[in-house]
């Protein structure tokens, strides 16, 4: 008989800070699709708070940044947060005064408690 596959448990720390994950307002934005919230004076209208999770950062690799940039898309940040199927690439993630438009969510396998890296670009101007 083989052995059972057991999950990897890790113990997971989230140090770098908390995102706040905003539902993009259905207000009807260019070309269809949800306006962006603005940020003003660290406050955030014309979104809906989803979830506040803590993160820590992760590595932009060579790899996936050359790889971003080939599709035309730039990876400013990619940070690790505990799994919420909330979550969607619609989202956007607001660090500090900095708002971010989530490019991708790969969730992690193998891992317990089950995390998800966010591949994130800012947005500079909205």
Same mark, same amino acid.
């Given at each position: ?14 140090? #770098?800070?908390?995102? %706040?994950?905003?539902?993009?307002? +259905? ?7 949800? =306006?962006?919230? &603005? $940020? ?31 599709? #035309?898309?730039?990876? %400013?940040?990619?940070?690790?947060? +505990? ?7 619609? =989202?956007?993630? &607001? $660090? ?31």
């Amino acid at each position: 008989m083989g052995r059972p596959k057991s999950i990897h448990r890790k113990a997971q720390c989230f140090p #770098d800070g908390v995102a %706040d994950i905003y539902a993009r307002s +259905l207000s009807g934005g260019d070309g269809g699709l949800p =306006d962006y919230p &603005v $940020i003003s004076d660290g406050v955030v209208t014309n979104g809906t708070l989803r979830c506040s999770l803590r993160f820590r950062e992760k590595k932009v690799g060579m790899t996936r940044y050359y790889a971003a940039l080939n599709e #035309d898309i730039q990876i %400013d940040k990619i940070i690790v947060t +505990l799994f919420n199927p909330a979550v969607s690439r619609l =989202d956007v993630v &607001v $660090i500090g005064a900095d708002l971010y438009q989530i490019r991708q969510i790969q969730n992690t396998a193998g891992e317990y408690p089950e995390t998800m890296d966010l591949s994130l670009e800012r947005i500079d101007e909205v």
